[in-house]
């Protein structure tokens, strides 16, 4: 069994340790989704029950039964089959799931409606995901069923059904260093992407050549996909936060704002630079850049362990609402403009999130309703902008249209933290010594 695995195993007994006695854990494996007509969409496993099997292929199925004298983690996956093998490729096959995964027993997911009541029976409570998809509901509720109809003949049903998603979610927080490795180099794959991109721009190109930059450079070293859809947008664009029709041309004077990471082996990463087309920016744009970078290190500085979620974010929000009053786009006191929440008009999302194998992470951002505190192994993004809408009319026209997002992936340490996505030129100088050197 490899490294890999191994400590998948050590997941799987760190979350039994954790769940009530006489328990049982449910997981399933994703659907395939369809695109359209006959055709799918390329296969990504569900990100919990690869956490806990690194199983990849789709119709299995997970339980953890902790105490099961003759085993505590059961797999049903798919048979061995030479004629689908030759149309959709290799199946691994129960016996070699038990060999490979170090899981302690496997059946045919054939059989699993035979099999799974038995499990599920004499089990006090169970834990799944509940109320995410109504087929698996369905299908637990189904299995319970089975066993209340045998209770005349003495079947015990489970009576305590759990939602698995805070144990388990809880776990997937804190990032082991093999995870960071995984990350760092998602990261870095990224970060050739976004060099790419920003090396090919220029004013008369579509935004979709410099996506194009970025998924090659993805694919070439290793990533099989983007772990989200990247966005790319020139000019008015960079103001829609979620902008992804990347079909627009870049003209002389536009920003571009790129927010692109690459998923590599399960894992996201998830950058943001914004850099001038022509390769020099204006007093305007350099302007909301360096306010926008002076927020980001701000907020950088303020992960560390012990301090609150909340504390990178309200130092870049100290930092772009002076910045703004120093500028002239925001009138008052800064601390009554804080209190007020003016510069939710140009900064109206938070600072960062959680990203590990989604790149919206799970876990819990507040406990009991305070912000929880940082610890080391958590990984945030860090990524505030400013974005002034072409409409706005409330500042001046030199303004308008000027959107900077400055976005990297930051690991909290014991000592305080480390950006894991470096690179990729930032700071003005950087980006602009940069495009002048690149060949078009």
């Known amino acids: 069994m490899s490294s890999k695995y191994r400590e998948m195993k050590l997941r799987r007994k760190e979350l039994m340790a954790q769940m009530e006695p006489n328990s049982i854990a449910l997981l399933a494996s994703a659907p395939p989704r369809m695109r359209n007509g006959d055709a799918e969409y390329p296969y990504r496993q569900n990100s919990d029950f690869y956490y806990l099997t690194g199983f990849t292929e789709e119709h299995a199925f997970l339980a953890l039964i902790p105490g099961r004298k003759q085993g505590e983690t059961v797999l049903f996956c798919q048979e061995k089959d030479k004629l689908k093998e030759l149309w959709t490729g290799i199946l691994m096959g129960p016996d070699a799931a038990c060999a490979e995964l170090g899981i302690d027993d496997a059946f045919p997911i054939s059989d699993i409606d035979d099999i799974l009541p038995g499990l599920i029976e004499g089990r006090d409570r169970v834990y799944y995901s509940m109320g995410k998809d109504d087929h698996f509901d369905n299908q637990v509720m189904d299995w319970v069923k089975v066993i209340r109809n045998k209770a005349k003949m003495g079947a015990h049903p489970p009576g305590e059904f759990m939602v698995l998603d805070p144990l388990l979610h809880e776990l997937r927080l804190f990032k082991s260093a093999g995870e960071i490795k995984l990350m760092e180099t998602a990261a870095k794959i990224s970060a050739q992407g976004h060099k790419r991109a920003m090396s090919c ?160 992470d799970v876990g819990d951002y507040k406990i009991d309703d305070h912000w929880r505190l940082l610890e080391p192994g958590m990984v945030t993004t860090i990524e505030p902008g400013i974005y002034i809408s072409p409409d706005n009319k409330k500042v001046e026209k030199r303004w308008r249209g000027i959107g900077v997002r400055i976005e990297d992936d930051v690991l909290v340490t014991k000592q305080g933290n480390r950006i894991l996505s470096k690179g990729i030129p930032k700071t003005v100088e950087e980006i602009e010594s940069f495009m002048s050197s690149a060949v078009h």
């Open 201 to 360: 721009c220029k004013p008369g190109i579509k935004e979709y050549e410099m996506e194009a930059e970025l998924l090659y450079a993805f694919a070439r070293n290793g990533s099989r996909a983007p772990a989200y859809n990247s966005i790319v947008a020139a000019g008015d664009n960079a103001c829609i936060l979620h902008y992804n029709t990347n079909n627009a041309e870049v003209k002389e004077g536009d920003l571009i704002l790129i927010d692109a990471g690459c998923e590599y082996e399960y894992y996201a990463s998830d950058i943001t630079r914004t850099f001038p087309a022509t390769g020099k920016f204006t007093s305007e744009q350099k302007a909301i850049y360096q306010l926008v970078l002076d927020a980001q290190n701000a907020a950088i500085d303020a992960v560390a362990p012990g301090a609150s979620w909340d504390a990178p974010h309200n130092a870049s929000v100290k930092v772009i609402t002076r910045g703004l009053v120093k500028l002239g786009l925001l009138k008052g006191k800064a601390s009554e403009l804080i209190k007020a929440e003016a510069y939710r008009d140009f900064y109206m999302h938070r600072v960062g999130h959680w990203i590990g194998m989604d790149v919206h």
